[in-house]
């Protein structure tokens, strides 16, 4: 059985920094991308990140990009989410998700995320 658990939220004051985990189970981790997502209240669900375990090869949604880090401990089965220079409209439930393939060259579509974690909430204050 696939398993996802992500933990590391919290609550910042803007400009601060926080790193998500993602540990993954279940699966060939080396066959899987790995997506992170956020949703903010009202809002609807949107990609942040990804990164193929088997090449490296990493996306970045404009909004993060520069700011956020994708990365990978492939003995540990867990991928973490860097977040630096955190913004207010960052705040949000962050997901991680992942989905057979790899390499990749843009952000798989959220549909085919078939695995997903319950999410770990991040809240930066202004």
């Known amino acids: 059985e696939v398993q996802l658990v992500e933990s590391g939220g919290g609550l910042v004051q803007a400009g601060g920094s926080l790193r998500l985990s993602c540990a993954a189970s279940?699966?060939?981790?080396?066959?899987?991308?790995i997506g992170w997502f956020r949703q903010a209240p009202g809002k609807e669900r949107e990609g942040v990140a990804c990164?193929?375990?088997?090449?490296?090869?990493?996306y970045y949604a404009d909004s993060v990009k520069g700011r956020f880090t994708i990365s990978s401990d492939n003995a540990k089965t867990t991928v973490y989410l860097n977040m630096n220079s955190l913004k207010p409209e960052d705040t949000a439930v962050y997901y991680c998700?992942?989905?057979?393939?790899?390499?990749?060259?843009?952000?798989?579509?959220?549909?085919?995320?078939?695995?997903w974690g319950q999410g770990t909430q991040v809240t930066v204050s202004s």
């Open positions: 998700a992942a989905v057979a393939g790899g390499p990749i060259a843009t952000m798989p579509p959220m549909t085919v995320f078939g695995s």
């Open positions: 990164i193929s375990i088997s090449d490296g090869s990493t």
């Open positions: 279940g699966f060939t981790f080396d066959d899987y991308t």
